[in-house]
C-alpha cells in the first residue's frame, strides 16, 4: 500500500498543476501523510531548474502551515486524533516519557525533524500537546524547513540528475550527521 501511495505521489510530479500538488502533500505531511514532499520537488526541480526556488519555497510555505496544524492537532485533539496517530506510527509507549523532557529540548526536536528523516509529524503534534510555545515552534520550523527543501533545491538546481541519488539516498543521513554535530558543539560550548 505504502508503495502505490509512493508512486502516485511521484506522478503527480508530471500533473500540470505540480505546484498545487506540491503545497498539499507537504502541507499533509507535517501532520498526517507518510510521504516527504521531498519526492514531488525532485523530479519537478530536475524538470525545470529554473523553478527551484519557488518550489522550495512553495514545500517551506506550504509544510509550515502543515505544522501549525500538526501542532493544533496536538494542543487541541490529542486524545481523540493526535494520540491515534502518534500509536499508529509506533510511537504510543515513549509518548509519557517524551512529554516530560520534550520542552527542555523542543528547539532542538523541532530543528532536528525539520530537517532529518524523522517524521517531522510526529514533532509538530509533540509540540502542541507538550504546550511548546507557538513562536519558538513557528520560527524553529520555518528555519529547519528551509534548511532542509532550499539545500535540495540547490544541490539539484546546480548539480541537476547526478545529484539525484545521493539526495534519495544519503542526503537524510548528512543532515542527521549535521544536526548531530550540531547538537554536541552546543554540549560541548556550554560545559567546557
Same mark, same amino acid.
Do not use: C
Given at each position: 500500500?505504502?508503495? =502505490?501511495l509512493y508512486? =502516485?505521489?511521484? %506522478?503527480?510530479?508530471?500533473?500540470?498543476?505540480?505546484? &498545487?500538488?506540491?503545497? @498539499?502533500?507537504?502541507?499533509?505531511?507535517? %501532520?498526517? !501523510?507518510?510521504?516527504?514532499?521531498?519526492?514531488?520537488?525532485?523530479?519537478?526541480?530536475?524538470a525545470?531548474?529554473?523553478?527551484? &526556488?519557488?518550489?522550495?519555497?512553495?514545500?517551506?510555505?506550504?509544510?509550515?502551515?502543515?505544522?501549525?496544524?500538526?501542532?493544533?492537532?496536538?494542543?487541541? *485533539?490529542?486524545? $481523540?486524533? $493526535?494520540?491515534?496517530?502518534?500509536? #499508529?506510527?509506533?510511537?504510543?509507549?515513549?509518548?509519557?516519557?517524551?512529554?516530560?523532557?520534550f520542552?527542555?529540548?523542543? +528547539?532542538?526536536?523541532?530543528?532536528?525533524?525539520?530537517? /532529518?528523516? +524523522?517524521?517531522?509529524?510526529v514533532?509538530?503534534?509533540? %509540540?502542541g &500537546?507538550?504546550?511548546?510555545?507557538?513562536?519558538? !515552534?513557528?520560527? /524553529?520550523?520555518?528555519?529547519? =524547513? %528551509?534548511? =532542509?527543501?532550499?539545500? @535540495? #533545491?540547490?544541490?539539484?538546481?546546480?548539480?541537476?540528475?547526478?545529484?539525484?541519488? *545521493?539526495?534519495?539516498?544519503?542526503?537524510?543521513?548528512v +543532515?542527521?550527521? !549535521?544536526?548531530?554535530?550540531?547538537?554536541? $558543539? !552546543?554540549?560541548?560550548?556550554?560545559?567546557?
Amino acid at each position: 500500500m505504502l508503495r =502505490r501511495l509512493y508512486d =502516485r505521489t511521484m %506522478s503527480l510530479a508530471d500533473h500540470p498543476h505540480a505546484l &498545487w500538488w506540491l503545497a @498539499v502533500v507537504a502541507f499533509v505531511e507535517s %501532520s498526517v !501523510f507518510p510521504i516527504p514532499p521531498d519526492v514531488l520537488m525532485i523530479p519537478m526541480i530536475l524538470a525545470r531548474p529554473s523553478r527551484a &526556488w519557488l518550489i522550495a519555497l512553495v514545500a517551506l510555505v506550504a509544510s509550515v502551515a502543515g505544522g501549525m496544524l500538526g501542532y493544533a492537532i496536538g494542543a487541541l *485533539f490529542y486524545e $481523540g486524533l $493526535g494520540q491515534p496517530i502518534l500509536e #499508529a506510527m509506533g510511537k504510543g509507549a515513549a509518548i509519557e516519557e517524551f512529554n516530560s523532557k520534550f520542552n527542555d529540548f523542543g +528547539f532542538w526536536a523541532v530543528l532536528a525533524a525539520g530537517i /532529518t528523516p +524523522f517524521p517531522y509529524k510526529v514533532i509538530t503534534i509533540m %509540540s502542541g &500537546w507538550t504546550g511548546m510555545p507557538l513562536m519558538t !515552534f513557528i520560527a /524553529t520550523s520555518i528555519l529547519a =524547513r %528551509s534548511l =532542509r527543501f532550499f539545500i @535540495v #533545491a540547490g544541490l539539484l538546481r546546480a548539480f541537476g540528475a547526478p545529484i539525484r541519488d *545521493f539526495i534519495e539516498q544519503r542526503l537524510g543521513l548528512v +543532515f542527521s550527521v !549535521f544536526v548531530v554535530l550540531l547538537f554536541g $558543539g !552546543f554540549i560541548v560550548l556550554r560545559y567546557i
